[in-house]
Structure formats: structure tokens, C-alpha cells
Nanobody, 127 residues
Framework: QVQLVESGGGLVQPGGSVRLSCAAS????????LAWFRRTPGKEREFVAA???????????DYADSVKGRFIISRDNAKNTIYLQMTGLQSADTAIYYC?????????????????WGQGTQVTVSP
């Protein structure tokens, strides 16, 4: 059974930084894409960032336009963990952040492409 457990959320001031972690278990994730999504009240879950290991030290990544240049997704295959380093946080980044895993070996970004989801971690950006 695949399990994804997020951690690292909390209250952050505007302009601040926070790092989210997602520990995955239940299978080997190396070849597959993992991603971060977020959801704000009244809105659909939206893509934030995704990563896929392509071999050696090479990774393929993709970001939503709204977070490019501010967020960095990374992964540690040895620990089956992905991270989301968030900087320059804005009130618009306030959301529940979800980790997601797909059985696809392509770098996909649509909600429907992902097979497993974590419970989410709240990030609140406020003075």
C-alpha cells in the first residue's frame, strides 16, 4: 500500500520561507513522478510542481507559472522523500499542500494523472 505523509507546513509571514517534506512508502518510487498540488477554499486542487528522476543525478521538473522562481522541488530517492522549498511566500500561497504519486514514468501535471495522495499540510501566509 502506497502511503504519502507530508510535513513542514505552518504559519509563515509574507516574504518568508518554508520547506515541505513528503515521505513515501510502500514501493520504489525512483522511476516515477511525484508532485505537489495545493487547494484553497472554494477552488479546485491545482498543480504546483513535479519531479521525475531520469537517471544518475538528472531530474526533470516542472512548475506552475505562479511559483516559478520562488519554489523548488527536489527529491532524495534514497529516502523516498520529496521536498518543496518555498520562498518569497505571498498570501495567495495560503493553501493545503498535497503530495501526489503517479504510476506514470512521464512527467505529468494533471490531477487526474495521479494515483495516490497524502493527507495534506496547511501553509498559511499571514503577518
Amino acid at each position: 500500500q502506497v502511503q504519502l505523509v507530508e510535513s513542514g507546513g505552518g504559519l509563515v509571514q509574507p516574504g518568508g520561507s518554508v520547506r515541505l517534506s513528503c515521505a513515501a512508502s510502500g514501493r520504489t518510487f525512483n522511476r516515477y513522478a511525484l508532485a505537489w498540488f495545493r487547494r484553497t477554499p472554494g477552488k479546485e486542487r491545482e498543480f504546483v510542481a513535479a519531479t521525475r528522476w531520469t537517471g544518475g543525478t538528472m531530474y526533470e521538473v516542472d512548475y506552475a507559472d505562479s511559483v516559478k522562481g520562488r519554489f523548488i522541488i527536489s527529491r532524495d530517492n534514497a529516502k523516498n522523500t520529496i521536498y518543496l522549498q518555498m520562498t518569497g511566500l505571498q498570501s495567495a500561497d495560503t493553501a493545503i499542500y498535497y503530495c501526489a504519486f503517479t504510476n506514470s514514468i512521464r512527467l505529468v501535471t494533471d490531477v487526474s494523472d495521479f494515483d495516490y495522495w497524502g493527507q495534506g499540510t496547511q501553509v498559511t501566509v499571514s503577518p
